[in-house]
């Protein structure tokens, strides 16, 4: 029987599924960062060979009888990068086809089913990415935190910070954000906050899950987080709509897949952004699956394999 694998990498970790062609899944691994820019050749190396191990720690003969491998990494849009993974994972896998492609791509799948549409990836940074129905790709935004992540964990924790320390000065509302960077850190005035966040080792792993403060200020009808929130939406929808003018013709619906933590709270930023999506006919999904599972329908994909209600069934009852 021939198997397909899926895998999602990113700068933290890698993971992978392995399926029949009926959409069940067979059995999952998780290793460490795939990301080229983030480590070298021989750590990728070992990052695939553990997580391959793992995938084959049942019944030796599986990864024989892979057939092929779609592969989500990030960094993989950089040329360079593109051509050492591919050549990793064929050297690893030789009995398989392999394609990489940008990890955003897995995530859209994730909510198209293999189709087009734009996603909107937003945690502790913030990528817009789409795919028309001619195969063309862009995408908008993802430039990081010093220059950009609109609407990102970053970009909402550090807004929230920042209007607290203005609040303090007198140069802004008063928000109960203040009170609540205080419990968070254990602190008791605005400097030794500072001094919290500039003496981590990476401020913005410190600042990115400020922002579920400011959600929870929202949630208590906090005007300067409701302000927040509502400028982070705005600056989402105008990314998203800044890819649909360049993949979609005017009034092509399309559907907008929503990842990352920055959606958890269904009944806010999802809402939000609604407001701000009214110039462009678009469905808003949130997915049922997580983006490897995406990687494993663009694998299905790429094997002119139909993605069946029965097979997303499976991939359900199996993940």
Same mark, same amino acid.
């Given at each position: 029987?021939?198997?397909?694998?899926?895998?999602?990498?990113?700068?933290?970790?890698?993971?992978?599924?392995?399926?029949?062609?009926?959409?069940?899944?067979?059995?999952?691994?998780?290793?460490?960062?795939?990301?080229?820019?983030?480590?070298?050749?021989?750590?990728?190396?070992?990052?695939?060979? %553990?997580?391959? =191990? !793992?995938?084959?720690? +049942?019944?030796?003969?599986? #990864?024989?009888?892979?057939? $092929?491998?779609?592969?989500?990494?990030?960094?993989?849009?950089?040329?360079?990068?593109?051509?050492?993974?591919?050549?990793?994972?064929?050297?690893?896998?030789?009995?398989?086809?392999?394609?990489?492609?940008?990890?955003?791509?897995?995530?859209?799948?994730?909510?198209?089913?293999?189709?087009?549409?734009?996603?909107?990836?937003?945690?502790?940074?913030?990528?817009?990415?789409?795919?028309?129905?001619?195969?063309?790709?862009?995408?908008?935004?993802?430039?990081?935190?010093?220059?950009?992540?609109?609407?990102?964990?970053?970009?909402?924790?550090?807004?929230?910070?920042?209007?607290?320390?203005?609040?303090?000065?007198?140069?802004?509302?008063? %928000?109960?954000? =203040? !009170?609540?960077?205080? +419990?968070?850190?254990?602190? #008791?005035?605005?400097?030794? $906050?500072?001094?919290?966040?500039?003496?981590?080792?990476?401020?913005?792993?410190?600042?990115?899950?400020?922002?579920?403060?400011?959600?929870?200020?929202?949630?208590?009808?906090?005007?300067?987080?409701?302000?927040?929130?509502?400028?982070?939406?705005?600056?989402?929808?105008?990314?998203?709509?800044?890819?649909?003018?360049?993949?979609?013709?005017?009034?092509?619906?399309?559907?907008?897949?929503?990842?990352?933590?920055?959606?958890?709270?269904?009944?806010?930023?999802?809402?939000?952004?609604?407001?701000?999506?009214?110039?462009?006919?678009?469905?808003?999904?949130?997915?049922?699956?997580?983006?490897?599972?995406?990687?494993?329908?663009?694998?299905?994909?790429?094997?002119?394999?139909?993605?069946?209600?029965?097979?997303?069934?499976?991939?359900?009852?199996?993940?």
């Amino acid at each position: 029987m021939a198997y397909y694998m899926g895998i999602d990498g990113g700068g933290t970790k890698t993971q992978a599924v392995l399926a029949d062609e009926n959409g069940n899944i067979l059995s999952r691994a998780i290793s460490g960062a795939s990301n080229p820019n983030a480590v070298g050749e021989q750590q990728l190396i070992h990052v695939f060979q %553990t997580l391959f =191990l !793992e995938l084959d720690n +049942e019944e030796k003969t599986r #990864l024989k009888n892979v057939k $092929l491998v779609y592969a989500g990494i990030a960094g993989s849009a950089n040329p360079a990068n593109h051509t050492l993974l591919e050549s990793i994972l064929s050297q690893l896998l030789p009995h398989a086809t392999v394609f990489v492609e940008p990890d955003a791509v897995c995530a859209l799948y994730s909510g198209t089913y293999g189709g087009a549409g734009i996603v909107q990836i937003a945690g502790t940074g913030s990528i817009t990415y789409g795919m028309n129905e001619a195969g063309e790709q862009g995408r908008v935004g993802g430039w990081g935190y010093l220059f950009g992540d609109e609407g990102s964990g970053y970009a909402i924790g550090r807004a929230g910070v920042t209007e607290a320390l203005k609040s303090v000065d007198g140069r802004g509302e008063p %928000t109960i954000l =203040l !009170e609540m960077l205080y +419990e968070h850190f254990q602190v #008791l005035q605005p400097q030794e $906050l500072i001094k919290k966040v500039y003496n981590a080792k990476q401020p913005k792993m410190i600042i990115a899950p400020l922002s579920r403060i400011v959600f929870q200020a929202y949630a208590q009808e906090d005007v300067v987080a409701q302000a927040i929130l509502q400028q982070a939406a705005k600056d989402i929808a105008s990314q998203i709509m800044a890819l649909y003018r360049t993949l979609f013709t005017s009034e092509e619906k399309t559907k907008v897949v929503l990842c990352g933590g920055v959606f958890q709270e269904k009944a806010v930023m999802p809402v939000l952004l609604k407001d701000y999506l009214k110039n462009i006919p678009f469905t808003l999904v949130q997915p049922e699956f997580p983006p490897v599972a995406g990687s494993l329908i663009g694998a299905y994909k790429q094997a002119t394999i139909q993605v069946s209600r029965n097979m997303l069934e499976q991939m359900k009852n199996t993940q």
